[in-house]
């Protein structure tokens, strides 16, 4: 009974390696949530304030940098932003996952030279596209528009979404499929209503990898886009600090306003992305 006892304490004591383990990803932590909270407490000052008192709180919590920061532009790249995030995600969940269906269960060569192609398309830097793509969507009419933004974020994050969902589609059971299809489903029957209701983890990763990319992308941003009007965040964020000048209150409020989508989707679906990318990697 002792010697029980003994071994229960043993295996509860944490060795030298599961500290160092836990020391780092507290320092990992701290590294990540530093700059997020400095971000956040400045926000809440004034000027002077975040100059003369870097490491402190806020003696007088200014609420009304955030309210600035929306009336005067944020509001705008805001929205933009949210509708060039939510079309590209439609986008690529659509095509993606019709590809990936195609990919998955038929076999000819065709379907190898497309399965190479999609790992070329990943491999594509999009700085070496901006020219032809520049000139493209000058000729296609939608320069200075958000299809100029939406199109070219589906086409670069196609390559990487058909792969991850194809590989989770190649570890659905074939007998699913077979009994669906016995049952008098069409081929896209069996896509629709067997497929995708199935792959939820990886859909839902593909979702959030599009939506973090589509959100934060900056190149595309600032050369396929010059009105105001339909500038996106990052873009617009470069032109409202230009504006404010000094008010850097006013700005890191609009940067944090900027930053809270992305943070509330992955705290929310974190156990949807981890789920999805090991099994859509392991599977196929």
């Keep these: 009974m002792n010697k029980i006892k003994k071994s229960n304490y043993n295996d509860n004591k944490l060795g030298v390696g599961g500290v160092s383990i836990y020391i780092l990803l507290l320092i990992g932590i701290v ?18 304030e975040i100059y003369n008192s870097v490491w402190s709180l806020p003696s007088k919590w200014l609420f009304s940098n955030y309210v600035e920061a929306w009336e005067k532009g944020i509001s705008s790249y805001f929205i933009n932003s949210f509708i060039v995030t939510i079309s590209t995600i439609a986008g690529v969940i659509i095509i993606g996952s019709l590809c ?31 020219v032809p793509l520049y000139v493209l969507l000058q000729n296609m009419g939608i320069h200075n528009t958000l299809f100029a933004l939406i199109l070219p974020y589906i086409a670069f ?21 077979e009994s669906a299809r016995i ?41 396929f886009i010059d009105s105001d009007k339909y500038k996106t965040i990052p873009s617009g964020l470069m032109n409202f600090r230009d504006a404010l ?33 090991a099994e859509g990697s392991l599977k196929g």
């Excluded at 489903?185 to 859909?203: E, N, Q």
């Excluded at 409020?253 to 789920?275: D, E, N």
Aim: charged share 10%; aromatic share 14%; net charge positive.
């Design 31 to 48: 590294i990540i949530m530093y700059p997020l909270f400095w971000m956040v407490m400045s926000s809440l000052k004034g000027y002077s």
């Design 100 to 130: 990936a269906y195609g990919l998955s269960k038929y076999k000819s060569k065709w379907i190898t030279v497309s399965l190479v192609l999609c790992v070329g398309g990943m491999m594509v830097n999009p700085q070496v596209c901006l």
């Design 157 to 177: 994050r196609l390559p990487l979404s058909i792969l991850l969902i194809r590989s989770y589609f190649l570890g659905i059971p074939k007998a699913l499929e």
């Design 183 to 223: 049952d008098g489903c069409t081929a896209f029957g069996v896509y629709w209503r067997i497929f995708m209701p199935i792959s939820k983890p990886i859909l839902l990763t593909t979702t959030v990898l599009t939506a973090y990319y589509a959100w934060n992308e900056f190149l595309f941003a600032i050369i």
């Design 245 to 277: 000048q000094t008010e850097w209150g006013v700005l890191l409020a609009g940067m944090a306003i900027s930053a809270l989508p992305m943070v509330i989707m992955l705290i929310v679906m974190q156990k949807h992305l981890v789920r999805g990318m």
